[in-house]
């Protein structure tokens, strides 16, 4: 039997709402905040502006001139009641190439040391599978992407790199992730791809990857 799913209320001022799935274990709780921000954004329910899915939790921006908190969280538990999560498998997968190691992935031997692997054990752990997109964020278009197997769970660089080259693959704390621009990042940098993560000329859509697609990392 699946674990319950408690849904919790955390108010972020007066025009949004954090929703909790708390319970289940990380992975299910994921599916499960991205099948409530899919069905809150299905039905355009009046006064909700946004359902923005994380780990284990969604992000629900409302007008408050057009409802209440109390209107808004009422609404969100009735959906929620018989809320069955996401699919385990993508049903949209992107393939990402990436090139391993050197200088596209100057941690990647460091990480293998301090994870008792060789580089190419972690390259086949990386590639041997697709991976869920958990969430967008910390930058506009960067994908939290997992659960890794365990075997890859690294924490982040203690102090971290000033610019982080736009593309680069990395892992920390469990999950990968791409730079899609250049930024400072803590995560361990294992490789490259040459895909551009975010465009803001891309019609429809300037994110390459959305929360609840696959991915699917392929050696370059």
């Known amino acids: 039997m699946a674990p ?6 955390a108010p972020l001022g007066e025009g949004a709402l954090l929703v909790h ?6 992975d299910l709780a ?12 299905a039905l355009s329910i009046p ?21 209440t908190r109390g209107v808004v969280e009422r609404r969100i538990e009735s959906l929620a009641a018989d809320l069955q999560p996401a ?10 190439p990436v090139v391993f190691g050197g200088e596209e992935g100057p941690d ?30 910390f930058a506009y278009g960067f994908p939290y992407i997992g659960p890794l197997p365990s075997c890859l769970d690294l924490p982040r660089h203690s102090t971290p790199r000033v610019r982080v080259p736009a593309g680069s693959v990395a892992i920390a704390a ?10 400072p990042g803590g995560w361990r940098l294992v490789g490259r791809t ?22 699917r990392f392929v050696a370059a």
Do not use: C, H, K
Not at 21 to 26: I, L
Not at 47 to 67: K, N, R, T
Not at 87 to 96: K, L, N, T, Y
């Open 21 to 26: 799935a708390q319970g289940p274990p990380a």
């Open 87 to 96: 699919p385990e498998s993508p049903e949209r997968v992107a393939d990402i």
């Open 194 to 215: 040459s895909l551009r993560l975010f465009d803001p000329a891309r019609q429809g859509q300037p994110a390459l990857l959305s929360a609840g697609d696959g991915v």
């Open 30 to 41: 994921n599916r499960y905040a991205l099948a409530l921000s899919r069905a809150v954004d």
């Open 174 to 183: 469990g999950m990968a992730g791409i730079y899609p621009v250049e930024v």
């Open 108 to 137: 990647l031997e460091d990480a293998g040391r301090e994870l008792g692997l060789s580089p190419e054990d972690i390259i086949a752990a990386l590639t041997v599978r697709p991976y869920r997109v958990m969430m967008i964020g």
């Open 47 to 67: 006064g909700i502006q946004s359902a923005l899915p994380g780990i284990g939790s969604v992000l629900v921006a409302f007008d408050p001139l057009s409802a």
């Open 4 to 9: 319950q799913v408690i849904w919790r209320f």
